[in-house]
């Protein structure tokens, strides 16, 4: 693993799906982070209207609720929830709805130019190296993987994990911090829903250990990051990475799974198909 120190009060931020309008979270200059921004788009009949540009960053807009229209210059899209758009560096964006939409806004810093590019969530579930279901009996999880593959860009990867009730996912403990710079942001865990999130880079030393709620974010800059859902619930996260090397290390499932808990592989490979 690449030696890399983790500051632990800088590895959560609380609350962020609590706002209306658009706002980011976290950025290279509030975080240890060297590449990946987060932030969240919720829109509604009192604030249906919002518009930003993307400056120097690839951006990628999930819809994780409601539906919404995407205007990047002379291109409208409409999105349905799971959907996505892949949206250039140098790009005005305007996002409307006429009822509700809650956007994750997931954008990294990119010196290439890739095209705009709409992703459907149907598409996404019909290819079985987007979406599969990983993990043995206490570890299965339904694996999303919106932004892959599918998608050229430069850095930025994204999708979102559903766990079975109290199961733990992300395992077995795995890191990729030598290519990939990791953010979880987790979703649709209504109260009194919560999980544990673990990020440690020694197993006998962790620098988060940490209850995590609908909204939090938590960041893995470094180290391995399992984590485990409350009994009779789910822990679901929006995932979304950015690569070190622009393009060549952008890749999902390249992973090292930690010491002794190796023998069954990493419970990605069926996206390496």
């Not at 733990?168 to 109260?191: A, C, N, Q």
Request: hydrophobic share 40%; charged share 20%.
């Amino acid at each position: 693993m690449a030696n890399v120190t983790l500051d632990s009060k800088k590895l959560i931020f609380s609350g962020t799906a609590a706002h209306r309008g658009r706002a980011i979270a976290v950025t290279p200059q509030n975080s240890g982070l060297a590449h990946l921004c987060y932030g969240r788009i919720r829109l509604d009949a009192t604030l249906p209207r919002e518009s930003f540009d993307t400056d120097n960053r690839e951006t990628a807009l999930l819809c994780m609720k409601g539906a919404c229209r995407v205007t990047v210059g002379a291109t409208v899209t409409d999105l349905e929830t799971y959907d996505a758009i892949y949206i250039p560096r140098g790009s005005a964006v305007e996002v409307t709805t006429t009822g509700e939409v809650d956007l994750v806004e997931c954008a990294a810093d990119v010196k290439g130019d890739y095209p705009l590019q709409i992703v459907r969530y149907a598409d996404v579930k019909k290819d079985p190296a987007l979406k599969f279901t990983a993990g043995g009996a206490a570890t299965t999880r339904d694996l999303n993987i919106i932004i892959g593959d599918n998608v050229r860009a430069g850095r930025i990867l994204a999708g979102f994990t559903r766990s079975m009730a109290g199961n733990w996912t992300s395992w077995p403990p795995h890191e990729h911090t030598k290519i990939l710079e990791e953010v979880y942001v987790y979703f649709d865990m209504p109260e009194p829903a919560f999980g544990i999130q673990l990020v440690y880079t020694q197993p006998d030393k962790p620098e988060l250990v940490s209850l995590v709620h609908d909204g939090d974010a938590v960041l893995m800059p470094a180290g391995y990051h399992p984590n485990v859902a409350a009994p009779g619930h789910s822990i679901n996260f929006i995932w979304m990475m950015a690569a070190h090397r622009e393009v060549e290390d952008r890749l999902f499932g390249v992973v090292n799974v930690q010491p002794g808990f190796d023998q069954s592989g990493s419970g990605l490979e069926a996206s390496r198909k």
